[in-house]
């Protein structure tokens, strides 16, 4: 009985409390920096493109949305000739973010991704890629691995077989 | 043509009350769970019933092909008609009621009785095994409260001497009967939920268990007056509270009559609002323990001992 008015009365005393609603479309709710939200393709500080077109992304994808295919330039750097994510389709997981070997693929605090068009949904290559390094700044795939650090030659470590001589035919 | 005009503006306030308050619940439940709720509608979301009116018009009024047609359509004709009618026994003021009947109560307490008809056609005729158990559980809740109800009002008839809601109203000159009458309060307040089953008391509705109860099948406009009816039995029973137990349109004199007797009736619809914000939902049998092993005695102890008193002073 008396819980009865006391839970009677402790609601009536929400009258005094502040709303927590954030009136959306006027007032901006605060995403952190890690928020899932769209995927963007980035830039390394030198200003090129990260992706080296692996495919991990794609097969890390646990709805099939990233489609992308390979090529090389001039200097047999990998780079996707096209790269296609299908937003419709898209849940955010953030996979795709986790199996990128050169934090080319990113996600980052935008949610406004709605379109009267289903077809706009499908983001090609030149919607993807951004001018920036996003999350990560100042890295750089191509100076950080496979740096020869100077502690020892290929085939040298423990349990590392030497390498193969492609020249060679014997067994 | 007096006449006409009072009728009108009855009708008027009543189903006006009973049409904001949909707005009216939505925004202090929202408050009371730290949300704003609808605000978008016009100035301070007040357009909201007005928008959910045109959306009940044009959504399809449906009929089931195995429903009891005739019955069906009648039952929420039934629920609007016989609260509307109570309404024509109040006396929102001093000469401002439809026709003050020598037996106001007995025509209130009637006529809810036959509200239960309603809600047991309506879930019976829809011919769905969800909607039946609610109306089957409607009927059984709105029998138990509905002996109460009755003896818990009984004091007030006693002390005014009268069945006449003006000549109860013109008995509390002297002082509210909420003081001599408080056990009777509780008692008609509890019932009066009941009777309106609104919630924690809507176990014919009972979303959780039995989809919408009784209304599962209707659609449309005739949902909408299953809905509209709810609240205009809240508005009902707040006005009834407000008139038998706080003195209905008697006040200080620098508000007009009507306007003392809205207040009132306006602050017990806000506590049924309260409540639902606050309480859960009891079981059935707990509902049915409490009206026969408490409220009951409680009521028969309340007329006891008020005729004791009355007999005693006299």
């Known amino acids: ?171 | 043509m007096h006449y006409l005009l009072i009728i009108a503006g009855v009708i008027l306030i009543s189903l006006s009350i009973a049409a904001g308050l949909i707005w009216v619940e939505r925004r202090l439940l929202s408050v009371w769970q730290d949300r704003l709720g609808p605000n978008r509608v016009g100035p301070f979301g007040l357009l909201q019933v007005l928008a959910d009116t045109i959306k009940l018009f044009f959504k399809e009024d449906w009929v089931p092909k195995f429903a009891d047609k005739a019955v069906f359509i009648m039952a929420p004709g039934i629920l609007m008609a016989t609260i509307l009618l109570t309404f024509a026994v109040i006396p929102f003021g001093p000469r401002f009621n439809v026709y003050d009947s020598n037996i106001g109560i007995l025509f209130f307490l009637g006529n809810s009785s036959l509200g239960v008809y309603s809600i047991v056609l309506g879930g019976w005729a829809s011919n769905n095994k969800y909607s039946l158990i609610g109306a089957m559980r409607a009927s059984a809740q709105m029998l138990t409260y509905e002996v109460f109800m009755g003896l818990s009002l009984m004091g007030v008839v006693m002390m005014a001497d009268s069945f006449s809601f003006h000549a109860i109203v013109e008995a509390q000159r002297g002082g509210w009967f909420i003081i001599p009458q408080f056990f009777g309060f509780v008692v008609f307040f509890i019932a009066g939920i009941a009777e309106t089953h609104r919630l924690p008391f809507d176990i014919p509705e009972a979303e959780g268990e039995l989809v919408a109860g009784y209304h599962s099948e209707y659609s449309g406009m005739k949902f909408g007056m299953f809905f509209v009816g709810e609240y205009l039995g809240i508005t009902l029973i707040s006005a009834i509270i407000a008139t038998l137990f706080f003195g209905g349109w008697l006040g200080p004199s620098f508000l007009p009559p009507v306007f003392w007797f809205l207040i009132k009736t306006l602050f017990f619809i806000f506590i049924f609002i309260l409540l639902r914000a606050s309480l859960p939902r009891p079981r059935y049998d707990q509902l049915m323990k409490l009206g026969w092993k408490f409220l009951l005695p409680v009521a028969l102890f309340n007329l006891l001992a008020t005729g004791a008193v009355l007999i005693f002073i006299k």
């Not at chain 1, 097969?59 to 295919?69: H, K």
């Not at chain 1, 919607?127 to 795939?141: M, P, R, S, T, V």
């Open chain 1, 1 to 171: 009985m008396i819980s009865i008015l006391r839970t009677i009365w402790l609601t009536f005393l929400h009258i005094f409390h502040k709303s927590e609603t954030i009136e959306y479309p006027e007032e901006k709710p605060y995403l952190p920096p890690r928020y899932r939200g769209r995927i963007v393709l980035t830039r390394d500080n030198e200003g090129k493109e990260r992706c080296v077109a692996c495919n991990l992304c794609a097969a890390a994808c646990p709805v099939d949305c990233i489609s992308l295919e390979a090529t090389e330039d001039e200097d047999g750097r990998r780079y996707p000739s096209f790269f296609r994510i299908n937003f419709s389709r898209c849940i955010f997981c953030g996979f795709c973010e986790e199996a990128c070997p050169t934090y080319a693929i990113q996600l980052i605090p935008d949610f406004e991704l709605a379109e009267y068009d289903r077809q706009n949904m499908v983001y090609e290559k030149e919607h993807l890629l951004i001018n920036g390094e996003g999350k990560y700044h100042d890295y750089n795939f191509y100076r950080n691995a496979g740096v020869d650090m100077g502690v020892k030659e290929k085939g040298e470590g423990d349990n590392e077989e030497k390498p193969v001589d492609l020249n060679d035919l014997m067994p």
